[in-house]
């Protein structure tokens, strides 16, 4: 059974920083691929960033240069560290993974992944 348990989400000034964390459990395959997705109210979720089990990573234009993501597979926890937040990035954060390999035009798509952890609010103020 896995499970995907977020954390670390807040509220924070514009140009703060957060670091997200994504506690992993049940998740044991070689080939792999986890992302981070947001979704603010009224809007479609969109895929933030992800990373593969041979470190490739990919990352949605509007993020790129401030978020970064990473994974300790000692401590089977995702991260998302977020850089120089704005306004535009507030949104409910959720944690996604994949049991098995997709190809990188699909790794920022939501039908991508069929596991799921429940949300973090991400706040930021102007």
């Known amino acids: 059974q896995v499970q995907l348990v977020e954390s670390g989400g807040g509220s924070v000034q514009a140009g703060g920083s957060l670091r997200l964390s994504c506690a992993a459990s049940?998740?044991?395959?070689?080939?792999?691929?986890m992302s981070w997705f947001r979704q603010a109210p009224g809007k479609e979720r969109e895929g933030v960033a992800s990373?593969?089990?041979?470190?490739?990573?990919t990352y949605a234009d509007s993020v790129k240069g401030r978020f970064t993501i990473s994974i300790d597979n000692a401590k089977n926890t995702l991260y998302l560290q977020m850089n120089g937040l704005k306004p535009e990035d507030s949104a409910m954060y959720y944690c996604?993974?994949?049991?098995?390999?997709?190809?990188?035009?699909?790794?920022?798509?939501?039908?991508?992944?069929?596991?799921w952890g429940q949300g973090t609010q991400v706040t930021v103020s102007s």
């Open positions: 996604a993974a994949l049991g098995g390999w997709a190809g990188r035009a699909s790794r920022l798509s939501s039908t991508t992944y069929n596991y």
């Open positions: 049940g998740y044991t395959y070689s080939h792999y691929c």
């Open positions: 990373i593969d089990d041979t470190g490739i990573t």
